[in-house]
């Protein structure tokens, strides 16, 4: 399966827009990239996903490279309710899941 | 509401003792899953069920056990906790769809003495 690698942690100005860089340089053709965020120590919570579109949701907007072989999620206005771990993740579809794999993902501190 | 539980949210036991961490979920979720979480390590997956009386071993199994008799429910079984067993867990669940996202419950902070 698919690894990714994201920056250990970035800030953001409040209001300003989040964008944040994720690596899947060995991703397939049937994996998908999704996007989840942990606030604290709660469990985390689905943000976006996508196989090869950009996609838009009312929290995201993920764009993925043409090559799929990185994405960036942009949170529009980051509010101070945005600090938390971002985990990009690539889930693999071969008739079911199977492993899912997080890594450690990226703390986003956005700044008064 | 569509949620994933688990209980207890915190539990403190000693070394040895027999414990079980339950995981329900109401969406009739094919899919389900155990994460610890560690400090700096992130999360990582211990077994994982594809559905009823299907599991396999995630990326750190040994010392736990799993059993997947109905669909809803995923249990959690330390049958001799250890210390370095201590840590922060949580159950997820998803349809078995490529777009179907994970469901995590709220977690279950271990402390093993």
């Known amino acids: 399966d698919a690894k990714t690698t994201q920056p250990p942690s970035m800030d953001c100005a409040e209001g300003r827009a989040a964008n944040l860089p994720c690596n899947h340089s060995?991703?397939?053709?049937?994996?998908?990239v999704y996007w989840y965020r942990q606030i604290h120590s709660q469990g985390p919570q689905y943000i976006i996903h996508g196989l090869k579109n950009n996609e838009t949701n009312e929290m995201a907007s993920l764009i993925i490279t043409e090559d799929r072989k990185s994405s960036t999620l942009i949170l529009p206005h980051a509010t101070l309710r945005d600090t938390a771990v971002y985990y990009c993740i690539v889930q693999k579809w071969s008739g079911g899941y199977q492993k899912v794999t997080f890594g450690t993902g990226t703390k986003l501190q956005v700044i008064p | 509401e569509a949620q994933v539980t688990q209980n207890p949210r915190y539990l403190i036991t000693v070394t040895g003792k027999k414990l079980t961490v339950t995981c329900s979920q109401n969406m009739n979720h094919e899919y389900m899953s155990w994460y610890r979480q560690d400090p700096g390590l992130g999360l990582r997956q211990i077994y994982y069920s594809m559905n009823v009386e299907v599991t396999d071993k995630g990326d750190v199994p040994e010392g736990y056990k799993v059993s997947r008799k109905e669909k809803r429910n995923f249990p959690l079984i330390l049958e001799s906790p250890s210390p370095n067993q201590t840590s922060l867990y949580f159950c997820?669940?998803?349809?078995?769809?490529?777009?179907?996202?994970?469901?995590f419950g709220n977690g279950t902070r271990l402390t093993v003495t």
């Open positions: 997820a669940s998803s349809w078995q769809r490529p777009d179907s996202p994970l469901h």
């Open positions: 060995t991703i397939s053709g049937n994996e998908y």
